[in-house]
């Protein structure tokens, strides 16, 4: 498919911003060298999921905030589950419905309570090769969607417990004017001009 032809398809689904990279992007690498090293990486850790310490409940508002802020154009997983799938699903009228079954699926998976067959499954992601500016390949790993979905609303979970901790206060001091990267989180209390 030329770059045009992809461009072309990709702004007739609306992704306006996924149209303009296929027509300036350098496209992916060819197989060589470089690329076959990348396959060394798609191998399954073994990690003790036992010794790890279960998540917190994922209330239903956070899954379907979290899923609203998901880019519609965000790539599918290796098993083809877009967002958009889980936005639409269902007949009109079942959306309370859904979200509640989205909601345990993802509490489900945040406990590591799913099937264990499931696991290489959900963990699995995609590598794609693309050309670095100065040379070189750069892998980009993209995991399946309830994945990163659960995997989201635990991160949102957290930055939500860091801001009630009470430490914060103590390092507030020590961010003024407030550190790049650390979002709203650390709000600043005058002018430091």
């Known amino acids: 498919?030329?770059?045009?032809?992809l461009a072309t398809a990709l702004a007739q689904e609306r992704f306006d911003r996924k149209a303009c990279n296929a027509l300036l992007a350098a496209g992916l690498c060819s197989d060589n060298h470089d690329t076959a090293a990348l396959r060394a990486f798609q191998t399954m850790p073994a990690v003790d999921i036992d010794g790890l310490s279960l998540a917190y409940k994922v209330p239903s508002e956070l899954v379907a905030r979290t899923l609203r802020r998901f880019p519609a154009d965000?790539?599918?997983?290796?098993?083809?589950?877009?967002v958009q799938h889980l936005r639409e699903a269902g007949p009109p009228g079942a959306t309370e419905h859904l979200l509640e079954h989205?909601?345990?699926m993802v509490n489900l998976l945040a406990q590591r309570r799913a099937c264990a067959a499931v696991a290489p499954v959900l963990a699995d992601a995609g590598l794609v090769a693309l050309p670095k500016?100065?040379?070189?390949?750069?892998?980009?790993?993209?995991?399946?969607?309830?994945?990163r979905l659960t995997g989201k609303c635990l991160i949102d979970l957290a930055r939500?417990?860091?801001k009630r901790l009470?430490?914060?206060?103590?390092?507030?001091?020590l961010f003024m004017?407030?550190?790049l990267g650390l979002g709203d989180m650390l709000q600043p209390l005058g002018n430091y001009s």
Do not use: Y
Request: proline share 13%; with cysteine; aromatic share 0%.
């Open 1 to 5: 498919m030329s770059r045009r032809s």
């Open 74 to 82: 965000s790539a599918p997983g290796p098993c083809g589950l877009q």
């Open 102 to 104: 989205r909601t345990s």
């Open 133 to 147: 500016l100065r040379g070189g390949v750069r892998s980009i790993a993209v995991g399946e969607v309830l994945r």
């Open 160 to 162: 939500d417990e860091a």
């Open 166 to 173: 009470p430490c914060r206060l103590a390092l507030k001091p």
């Open 177 to 179: 004017p407030p550190v």
